[in-house]
Nanobody, 126 residues
């Protein structure tokens, strides 16, 4: 059974940086799609950034240039580096796993994800 464990998160002042990590266990191959979602109170969940099985990446407009997604295949871990964080980035962040998505052109549909992390809170204060 595939499991995802997130780490990182916490509180930071506006303009600060933070790294989130997502470690995958229970799956043999490291070339998987990892997508980061976030959900703020009272808002719908939104896909933020994704890395495909072929290492292609996609970012939504509001984070492009500030967020960067990468992976460490040897450690079965994906990272989301977030820079110049703003209060509107405050949310619970989740990583999601898909073994079926190779090339990323956009945030994959939710039904393609096979496992989700438990979420980690990111709070950005002014």
């Amino acid at each position: 059974q595939v499991q995802l464990v997130e780490s990182g998160g916490g509180s930071v002042q506006a303009g600060g940086s933070m790294r989130l990590s997502c470690t995958v266990s229970g799956y043999r191959y490291s070339t998987v799609c990892i997508t980061w979602f976030r959900q703020a109170p009272g808002k719908e969940r939104e896909g933020v950034a994704a890395i495909g099985g072929d290492d292609s990446t996609f970012y939504i407009a509001s984070v492009k240039g500030r967020f960067s997604v990468s992976r460490d295949n040897a450690k079965y871990t994906a990272h989301l580096d977030m820079n110049n964080l703003q209060p509107e980035d405050t949310a619970m962040y989740f990583c999601a796993f898909s073994s079926r998505v190779m090339n990323i052109q956009y945030i994959p549909p939710v039904n393609l994800f096979e496992a989700w992390g438990q979420g980690t809170q990111v709070t950005v204060s002014t």
